[in-house]
Structure formats: C-alpha cells, structure tokens
C-alpha cells in the first residue's frame, strides 16, 4: 500500500491517518478521482513528498495554493518542520483540511478564501501541484512571497511551453527538477521573480 521511502517513523504515522480520513471523506466529498484511490500513494502523497525533501530545514513559513484534498501542502505539513498556511477556497474541503490536521497532529493554518483575495502573511516558500497554468500560478504566487524565497511547482510534460509562455510577463531564475513518480514530469523551482510589465485592467 505505501510506497514513501526515506521517511521517519513520526512521518509515516501521521501520512498513514491523513490516508485514512482522506479515504473516509472521499464518499462525501470529491478529494480524489475515485479513479486515482488505489494509486493514492504512488500518485499524490509520494508525488507531493518530493517537494518536502526541497524544503529548508527548520520553521520555514509556506502557502500551499489551491490545497485541495491537502497536496502538497498537507503531506509537506506532515513530513517537515515548515509552519504551513494552506488556501483552499472550497468551504467542504477546507473543512477536512483542518480535521485532516487535526488526526494527523500537525499545525497549520487553513485560509478559506479564493487566491485572489486570501489576506495570508508573505512565506519563504509558494507550492502548488495540478493547480492552474504556471501564467497564473506566478500572477497568484507573487502576492505570497517574501523577498528572497521561492516557488515549488509541480508540472507536467507541459512545462517547458507554459515556461516560454510565462516569460511574455515574468523573469525569474528557473531550475528544472525531474519528478521521481511521474515519467513526464518536473518540478518547477522559481526565484528572483519579477514581473516584466503589468497588464491592463488588474
């Protein structure tokens, strides 16, 4: 069933009740393609593990955009020291976000607001995984990030188009990450951003 190496003991423990209350609500309400449930681990909870493993260590401040069924931002959570704020505009699936934390004993803030508007502290760290196009990801990111910190994106095999796309209106020093769990697959870690000109009407 599990498939996360090079984790401790602690963190098993709490990915294995986020597992579990995740698979009880999932009959209420659409966390995971019922589809995706017998690769939950392969495919989302090892998928977001490896954005932990990039994460500095100690108190770290994240914002997980888009937090969803808690991925990453919730497997992070459970995985490293990071003091993790996790933005889910979903009233039901915030909901099971802060009783996830609850039964998987890990501290975060949960903001129920659409990205647009969610009022959260600047973090060191942005992540987001299966969120949105990286245009719209950095439009959203900018607002949350320190001077100095840096973005975690997970992406497809259309990174590279959404990269040259994003450059119209961004700069930003790019390293490309190959995922472990997924063939196509890259992580996106995204500093020194800046925005190249601004558009009308914002």
Known sequence: MMDVPDVSRETRDRLERYAD???RWNQRINLVSPHDLPHLWSRHIADSLQLARLIPPGPVSLVDMGSGGGFPG????CATDAQVTLIESDQRKAAFLREAARMAGVQVRV???????ADVPPAQVVTARALAPLSRLLEWGARFLQPGGFCLFLKGRNAEDELTTASADWRMATTRIPSRTNADGVILELSDIRRVRDHNNE
Do not use: D, F, G, N
Not at 74 to 77: E, N
Not at 111 to 117: G, I, N, S, T
């Open 21 to 23: 209350i995740l698979l």
């Open 74 to 77: 919730l497997v992070i959570a």
């Open 111 to 117: 903001c129920a607001q659409r990205l647009e508007v």
